[in-house]
Every structure is written in C-alpha cells, then in structure tokens.
C-alpha cells in the first residue's frame, strides 16, 4: 500500500539526507521508484522512454563514489525524469513528435550535462505536447498522459508527463521547460511545484527550440525546498547559449526562510480576471485565503492592475507562432528525424511530403499561423503590433514592481479539465494559459505551488511572479507560504483511483 | 481580414507543408478564429512604441574565432535518413 513512509513518496532533500547517512543505497532508492513505476504506468502513461540500464549504471556509480568516501553532489542518486525535449547523448529524443522519432542525440543539452555532474539517476523522457505546443500534453504524437488526481483529466502542458511523474512518484524531480507556462500550468493541475526562471538564468543550448525568445527550462518537484535545490544545479552562464545571463548564483537554499515579513505582494487583478470573465470560483477563493496567509506571515498585501495583460493572448499567439515557424523550418528529412518513404519528384514535394507525415495538427496550425504573420503585408499589422504591445506589458511590470516584490495570482483560471474538453477548440485551449504568459512575455521569473483543493479533490497552484533575476525572493515567500500549510504533503494515490474505476466499470 | 482557402493553400506552400483538402477547410475555419481574435490589439495606440524582440538587453555575443572541437563527421551524419559518400543525399535540385 502507498503511503507517506514508502521511499518514494519522500522529497530530494529527505532522500538526499537518507543517501548521506548511508541508511539507503541510490540503487534501493532507484529499485523503490522504479517498482511505482511499474505500478502506474499503464494508468499514467507520464514516460515516453525509460531508460533503465542507464539508471542503473549512474545509481551503481553513486554508491561507488560514496563507499570511496567521496564528497558527492548533494542531489547524486536522486531519481529524474527528463522531459523529451532535452538532447540526451545516447538516448532517444524526440519532443513527442513523429518527425524526431529515432533520433538519438551526439551531445548533451547543458542541463542535462549538469544534472549528469550532480550525479542525478535518469529514469527516462517523460511525455510532452509535441514541440511544447499545448496546454494538456494532448498534442503528443506517443498518446495522452492521465493526471494521477483524476484519471479522466489532463495533467496540463506541455510538461504534463514530468509534471504527473513527480506527483504520483514516478520521479523524485524533473525538469520542464516553460514558453508561455508549460511547466507552471501543469505543476498547478498536477499539485506539485514548479519553477520558470528569469530569461537567460538557465542555458537553452540543447533544448529543442520553440519559442526562442520565450523558451525557459524549469524544475519540477515535490516542494519547494527541492525546486531550490534543482536551481542550484541548473543556473548559470554558458557561452553556448548567446542569451544567457552572466550573473553570479547565488545558493537559492539560503533565500528559504519561514516568514514573509516586510514583502510587499501584489495581487494582480488582470490574473483574477481576464476581459473580465473571472477565474473559476474555488479557484478565486483558494488564491485570495493564500493571500490573507501571507499577510499573517508578515507580508503587505495590495491588490494592483497591469491593464495591458489583457492582450497577452493575442500577443503571445502571434509572437510564439511566428519564432516557431521559424525554428521548425529545420525538419526538413535531410540531416536527421523522418523523410518521406513515398516516391517524389522533387526537394520542395519531398519536404512538404515529409513535414505533412510528421508533424501533428497543432504543430501545423501554428506553423501555418506564423508563416502567415510573417508573411509579406501583413508583418506590421501582428508580429510588429504584437513587439510593440509586448513592451507595454513589461512597462506593467516595471510599474507594478516599483511598489511590489512580488506579484501573485492563480497559475490557471481553472482546476484540470477534462481528456478531450478543449482539444478541438484552439482559442479555449489557449485561454487556459492567461495567467501564465505574461511572465513568459516579461521574461519575468514565476512559479507554482500548491495552495488548495477543488471540492472535487483536484489541486488549485498559486502563482508566484519576481522582478527580473528575483528567484530568490520568489522561492522565500513560496517557502513561507508552503511551511504554513499541508496541501504539498497530501498524495496523490492514482492506483486506488484505478482500482475504484475498474470496480465501477465491473458493477456497470 | 478573412483567409480564404487559396490563400490558405499559398501559406501551406511557403511553410512547405501538404495539406489534404479536409485539413485545408479545417484550417481556413480554425486561422480565421484565431485572426479574428488578435483583431483586439488594434483597439491599442502603439505609435511610437518601439517593438520588444527579446527579454534582456544583450547584444552581440562574441567568442574568440578559434577552432573548438565539434561533431566528427560520422556523428553529424549518423541521424540523417539517407546519405551516401559521406554526404546527405537529397532529390535532385538541380535540373
């Protein structure tokens, strides 16, 4: 039976001090979480790719270096599920597409480089939308990812398989990336903990590319403690990627303190409600007795208004699009992923042929859309409208923080929604990122964690947006928040719910 | 602004992707009610506003024009669908 005692229910830092005290072995923690593994997949399906043997062999290597008595990384041995969007040396990548399938990377994206250093376990690519296109991880090309608090909804997206992994334990942490809230909104649904950082914190160099001025890599975990601890590793320059900030890094575990005194946060009233329609009722509710929290915990409470954030959908769907018709351009069938077996004429019928075979809908609808946008006549009226309105958002921000520390809001306007419920309407789906955009616009730091529950047991995320580079104060005030209350420590138990499905469908 | 589904036929060439004849009715639907919902920003004065391209102001990124180790050629070459004499192989290009 699974329960807050069993291995890996337990967070990186607990497991990291377990790993120190050599009262566990990384191979008995890797066996644990691969038995829950074992256990749920066939219901979760968060894995697109498990790679055992790997696992295995860098597990072995951490008892090695320790029984030498050797200093390790602080994370070394703990479990990780990798989103299928980082080149991995050696291991299949393919950003949940079919037109990547079968590539295996020559080199490693600089976080996965890093985690490698820290001696990180990798369990296996985790289900994504493919390209990063999505907000349910309906999108994939390698079928739909179950949330393990309901069965029959989505876990969110892009990062919906990293996301269900770290909150049913199929993964002690992982990692996301974040273009206009693919790792917030699913962390939200899915009840864990989820960080995007200031543009340019952490390297892009070997992350599929989307949205490139959007694009961030982020941390998926079970608290926000480890969300501190997986900073750690993954900030900082690299000369590789040309937008990456070269700012020292500072120890983010020293920020985590258990009070809010004198941090000035901002309710933000465009997060509430968006042209005015306002965000689902318990999820309103749940966001505001957060707010109240952190007055108790020392905090000045304001409501603000940053007007111009009601535009960032339109902004968002003509700027993402457009980078992204552009990076995709290189799925050609020529250097690497799939080329068309069908007989051709042509190079240009060879292309079309192959690109129509590989990508999914959405991939094509946004192809499409940002080829159009760009396209002669019409660059004026939306890619450079939309620059021009992306400004006045982040002079919202600039003002906002003048007065503010933080800004906070829901993470989505809603709790998960149901497999299938948004699939066939872009526009509804679209609307589910709202909250989360504008930081992605801003290039501003933000982040969920969780801060109630549905009547229907389904987890509500608060959402956390910093000045730029103010990750420190951000993880501080989710510390203190998140040590005032118990919603993290509650499990999701995806088996009973299984169990409970099967009896209901035997009694139909 | 309504697409029509010849332009949206022109859009899916210069995107070099097929669409079948479902896919181009679907699409003309599914792009005109995502055009129509950008129609909002024009309600904004943005004279005189200049475009945000980028996040951080950082600009021209230089390294010292020294050569570095990179792939070797069978590595660039292993993930290509076809190749031959060491190169990838195409369609003929050239008449």
């Known amino acids: ?508 | 602004m309504r697409l029509t589904p010849e332009e949206v036929e022109h859009v899916a060439l210069l995107a070099r992707l097929e669409l079948t004849e479902e896919e181009r009715e679907r699409f003309t639907t599914q792009l005109n009610s995502i055009l129509e919902h950008f129609e909002q920003l024009r309600q904004l004065d943005t004279t005189g506003v200049p475009a945000m391209s980028h996040a951080v102001a950082i600009s021209n990124v230089f390294r010292d024009d020294a050569p570095e180790p990179s792939l070797s050629r069978e590595q660039a070459l292993g993930n290509s669908p076809d190749q031959a004499s060491n190169c990838f192989r195409v369609p003929r290009v050239i008449e």
């Open chain 1, 1 to 508: 039976m699974s329960g807050p005692t069993q291995t890996y229910n337990l967070t990186a830092h607990e497991l990291s001090d377990l790993l120190g005290e050599r009262k566990i072995s990384a191979r008995e923690l890797l066996d644990s979480v691969w038995g829950r593994i074992t256990e749920l997949e066939e219901h979760l399906h968060s894995y697109i790719l498990l790679t055992r043997e790997l696992a295995e062999q860098q597990a072995d290597e951490v008892d090695r270096g320790r029984a030498r008595g050797e200093q390790l990384p602080r994370l070394a041995g703990i479990p990780i599920g990798l989103k299928d969007i980082y080149c991995t040396r050696g291991v299949e990548t393919t950003c949940g597409s079919r037109i990547l399938a079968g590539f295996v990377p020559p080199y490693d994206a600089h976080v996965i480089a890093r985690c490698r250093e820290h001696g990180l376990v990798f369990l296996g690519k985790t289900n994504m939308d493919e390209f990063a296109m999505g907000s349910s991880t309906e999108n994939s090309s390698r079928g739909v990812t179950c949330n393990p608090w309901d069965l029959a909804r989505v876990p969110g997206g892009s990062s919906g398989g990293s996301a269900a992994a770290v909150a049913a334990s199929e993964a002690i942490v992982a990692m996301g990336t974040d273009t206009g809230g693919s790792v917030r909104q699913p962390a939200s649904f899915c009840g864990v903990v989820g960080l995007k950082p200031t543009y340019g914190r952490i390297s892009r160099y070997g992350v599929i590319a989307f949205a490139s001025s959007l694009d961030q890599v982020g941390p998926i975990t079970k608290d926000v403690q480890d969300c501190a601890l997986m900073l750690n590793v993954l900030a900082g320059h690299d000369p590789r990627d040309s937008t990456s900030i070269n700012q020292p890094v500072p120890d983010y575990t020293a920020a985590l303190r258990p009070d809010a005194k004198g941090l000035r946060i901002g309710l933000v009233k465009e997060f509430m409600e968006y042209q005015g329609v306002g965000v689902d009722r318990e999820v309103g509710q749940a966001v505001r007795a957060a707010v109240a929290r952190c007055q108790e915990l020392g905090a000045e409470c304001d409501e603000v208004s940053l007007p111009h954030l009601n535009y960032s959908i339109p902004v968002y769907y003509i700027i993402a699009p457009a980078e992204a018709s552009s990076n995709l351009a290189r799925y050609d069938g020529v250097q690497y992923g799939h080329r068309t077996r069908e007989r051709v004429t042509d190079i240009i019928e060879m292309y079309r042929k192959t690109r129509d075979e590989g990508f999914g809908a959405e991939v094509k609808r946004r192809i499409m859309l940002g080829t159009y946008t760009l396209s002669a006549g019409y660059y004026d009226a939306y890619y450079l409208k939309a620059g021009q309105v992306r400004t006045l958002i982040r002079r919202d921000f600039d003002r906002a923080f003048e007065r503010f520390d933080l800004l906070v809001g829901p993470v989505s306007p809603s709790v998960a929604f149901r497999v299938g419920e948004k699939v066939d309407d872009p526009v509804a789906m679209y609307l589910s990122d709202v909250c989360t955009i504008p930081a992605n616009l801003g290039g501003l730091p933000g982040m969920s964690i969780p801060c109630g529950f549905s009547a229907d047991g389904l987890p509500i995320g608060l959402h956390l947006v910093g000045k730029p580079l103010g990750e420190e104060t951000m993880l501080r005030a989710a510390y203190a928040y998140e040590q005032s209350t118990n919603f993290h420590r509650r499990l999701a138990r995806p088996i009973e719910l299984s169990d409970g499905r099967r009896r209901a469908v035997a009694r139909a």
